[in-house]
T-cell receptor, first 114, second 110 residues
Framework: DTAVSQTPKYLVTQMGNDKSIKCEQN?????MYWYKQDSKKFLKIMFS???????INETVPNRFSPKSPDKAHLNLHINSLELGDSAVYFC?????????????FGSGTRLTVV | SQKIEQNSEALNIQEGKTATLTCNYT??????LQWYRQDPGRGPVFLLL?????KEKRKERLKVTFDTTLKQSLFHITASQPADSATYLC?????????FGTGTSLTVIP
């Protein structure tokens, strides 16, 4: 199936831990994103990579570090997790500036920090 | 900074009626406006895009309008069905970056 897939789907961890979320797309898109959706369903961009290069880095704590080993993968590593990091994290991809096709989102990773 | 507001958090309508959702924005002049559908536990799914120089776009039972003077988009679902029940998000921007509204939860009552 062509899609954006992210793992894990659920992640429960204690404060202070370090965790990673992985994302892969097989759509051939050249741009990938991480979005955070809070409890009020507000979806906010965190990072964007185009062909492995960081192009958008919104105001995100530096505990969050994206890594893109190739244009099909964009992983998110979070250090020293805090309670406020609890949210659903979505990976997405798009074909450059061909906004006609919108973003393709993964199914999300629900992170709960306890 | 840009501000995007969707008309209400929740909207209930009877099956067969037309649902109309509103997206208003300020402090921004987007090149494009997109609409997405999000079901519980899933990621948003792209529905339609409309450009700043387009007034209206249609796709099957969906219609989107874009008024850059009013800074508003209307999203219509005609002949609504219970399967249309979901949260609908608008997103404004251009190129690789879009900003999302908080969504409107639509429930179509049989």
């Amino acid at each position: 199936d062509t899609a954006v897939s992210q793992t894990p789907k659920y992640l429960v961890t204690q404060m202070g831990n370090d965790k990673s979320i992985k994302c892969e797309q097989n759509l051939g898109h050249d741009t990938m994103y991480w979005y955070k959706q809070d409890s009020k369903k507000f979806l906010k961009i965190m990072f964007s990579y185009n062909n492995k290069e960081l192009i958008i880095n919104e105001t995100v704590p530096n505990r969050f570090s994206p890594k893109s080993p190739d244009k099909a993968h964009l992983n998110l590593h979070i250090n020293s997790l805090e309670l406020g990091d609890s949210a659903v994290y979505f990976c997405a991809s798009s074909q450059g500036d061909r906004a006609n096709y919108g973003y393709t989102f993964g199914s999300g990773t629900r992170l709960t920090v306890v | 900074s840009q501000k995007i507001e969707q008309n209400s958090e929740a909207l209930n309508i009877q099956e067969g009626k037309t649902a109309t959702l509103t997206c208003n924005y300020t402090n921004y002049s987007p090149a494009y406006l997109q609409w997405y559908r999000q079901d519980p536990g899933r990621g948003p799914v792209f529905l339609l895009l409309i450009r700043e120089n387009e007034k209206e776009k249609r796709k099957e039972r969906l219609k989107v309008t874009f008024d850059t003077t009013l800074k508003q988009s209307l999203f219509h679902i005609t002949a609504s069905q219970p399967a249309d029940s979901a949260t609908y998000l608008c997103a404004l921007g251009g190129g690789n970056q879009f900003y999302f509204g908080t969504g409107t939860s639509l429930t179509v009552i049989p």
